[in-house]
């Protein structure tokens, strides 16, 4: 590990992934260890045009006896390379082996026996996918999917038949890039030099978003379709979004109240086919990252997290509580009297 951009006590490692029809392929592990040895662990996976910035985060789980780490997709944040297409991916399988990788670092290297992972947006169906996939095999004990991406926020006239039509020329040009609205608005009520409160580095994180392709898009289409077909995570699962979505495209003060980016509707559907533990949470006020939202809406969505964490990855040796067995039904114990 060297030190990482974000300074002391942040270490980063970078993840060797070999090469690709773009050169070689990096993926960058971000730890941050508590002051006080820990077997408990978070890993967290940014969303789309995104890397770790959120130190914030780190600090809340810190401070409750967890190891942080932070992984940047490849392609994405510290592991873009310059002769790559930033966020281009052909399936959302490509991102398996540094989410192994890191799995692997965390637990047999670091020494941690329980892992909470978390994943924003797009990597929170990334980090849905893969938790299915590597169900039964004791890696993931819980899940926190932050406004997952679990479908596009365009109208289902227009989704279908634009969708069609760019996956059938998706196979022959990956990297076509596709016209889109763009982000800004999103970005806006973010960056420290435009309306939002939070600093972090334009270039991995542009205001108007990175142009998106083809392959990108094809490879998201089939991971939600994936999804949205059921899943089977035999962790517990904790999906939190906001309450509204926002609709217009200039700027308005709803920006920093609602979801700009998804539709909460479509996360509160699909949400329960995740597997059989699925907890879900609605924040009023709360933006696209919920953990970005205004003050008092990101205290309330960490008090929640804390709470879902205690009741549904407590500890290591925390004794179950006994639930008591349920009374009987009087009246039929009658009935079989009588018999």
Same mark, same amino acid.
């Given at each position: 590990?060297?030190?990482?951009?974000?300074?002391?006590?942040?270490?980063?490692?970078?993840?060797?992934?070999?090469?690709?029809?773009?050169? /070689?392929?990096?993926?960058?592990?971000?730890?941050?260890?508590?002051?006080? =040895?820990?077997?408990? *662990?978070? @890993?967290? $996976?940014? #969303?789309?045009?995104?890397?770790?910035?959120?130190?914030?985060?780190?600090?809340?789980?810190?401070?409750?006896?967890?190891?942080?780490?932070?992984?940047?997709?490849?392609?994405?944040?510290?592991?873009?390379?310059?002769?790559?297409?930033?966020?281009?991916?052909?399936?959302?399988?490509?991102?398996?082996?540094?989410?192994?990788?890191?799995?692997?670092?965390?637990?047999?290297?670091?020494?941690?026996?329980?892992?909470?992972?978390?994943?924003?947006?797009?990597?929170?169906?990334?980090?849905?996918?893969?938790?299915?996939?590597?169900?039964?095999?004791?890696?993931?004990?819980?899940?926190?999917?932050?406004? /997952?991406?679990?479908?596009?926020?365009?109208?289902?006239?227009?989704?279908? =038949?634009?969708?069609? *039509?760019? @996956?059938? $020329?998706? #196979?022959?040009?990956?990297?076509?890039?596709?016209?889109?609205?763009?982000?800004?608005?999103?970005?806006?009520?973010?960056?420290?030099?435009?309306?939002?409160?939070?600093?972090?580095?334009?270039?991995?994180?542009?205001?108007?978003?990175?142009?998106?392709?083809?392959?990108?898009?094809?490879?998201?289409?089939?991971?939600?379709?994936?999804?949205?077909?059921?899943?089977?995570?035999?962790?517990?699962?904790?999906?939190?979004?906001?309450?509204?979505?926002?609709?217009?495209?200039?700027?308005?003060?709803?920006?920093?109240?609602?979801?700009?980016?998804?539709?909460?509707?479509?996360?509160?559907?699909?949400? /329960?086919?995740?597997?059989?533990?699925?907890?879900?949470?609605?924040?009023?006020?709360?933006?696209?990252?919920?953990?970005?939202?205004?003050?008092?809406?990101?205290?309330?969505?960490?008090?929640?997290?804390?709470?879902?964490?205690?009741?549904?990855?407590?500890?290591?040796?925390?004794?179950?509580?006994?639930?008591?067995?349920?009374?009987?039904?009087?009246?039929?114990?009658?009935?079989?009297?009588?018999?």
């Amino acid at each position: 590990m060297e030190i990482d951009v974000l300074g002391p006590p942040y270490e980063r490692h970078t993840i060797d992934l070999g090469t690709d029809d773009e050169g /070689p392929v990096v993926a960058t592990l971000v730890r941050r260890r508590g002051d006080q =040895p820990s077997r408990r *662990a978070v @890993l967290y $996976v940014h #969303g789309f045009v995104d890397y770790f910035f959120q130190t914030h985060l780190a600090d809340f789980f810190v401070e409750r006896g967890w190891d942080f780490y932070a992984l940047d997709l490849r392609k994405y944040g510290r592991s873009l390379l310059p002769h790559q297409t930033p966020n281009f991916a052909r399936s959302l399988t490509d991102y398996y082996p540094e989410l192994d990788e890191a799995a692997r670092i965390i637990r047999e290297e670091d020494g941690h026996d329980q892992m909470l992972v978390a994943g924003h947006s797009t990597g929170g169906l990334i980090t849905a996918l893969w938790s299915h996939s590597r169900q039964d095999r004791g890696i993931v004990d819980g899940l926190f999917l932050n406004s /997952p991406f679990f479908d596009f926020n365009i109208p289902w006239l227009v989704k279908r =038949p634009l969708m069609s *039509a760019l @996956l059938s $020329v998706s #196979g022959r040009t990956p990297y076509r890039k596709i016209p889109t609205a763009g982000l800004s608005v999103y970005g806006e009520s973010l960056h420290s030099d435009h309306r939002g409160e939070w600093t972090y580095d334009l270039a991995w994180k542009p205001i108007e978003s990175f142009p998106v392709t083809a392959g990108w898009l094809r490879a998201i289409r089939r991971g939600q379709s994936r999804l949205r077909a059921g899943l089977s995570i035999d962790a517990p699962v904790l999906v939190a979004c906001s309450t509204r979505t926002f609709r217009g495209r200039a700027w308005s003060e709803d920006v920093r109240l609602t979801d700009a980016v998804l539709d909460v509707e479509h996360i509160a559907r699909w949400a /329960p086919g995740l597997g059989p533990r699925v907890t879900i949470a609605r924040f009023d006020g709360g933006m696209h990252d919920l953990t970005l939202s205004g003050k008092d809406v990101r205290a309330e969505v960490f008090r929640e997290l804390g709470r879902w964490v205690d009741a549904f990855v407590p500890a290591p040796g925390t004794p179950e509580i006994e639930v008591p067995p349920a009374p009987e039904d009087k009246a039929d114990d009658k009935d079989s009297a009588t018999a």
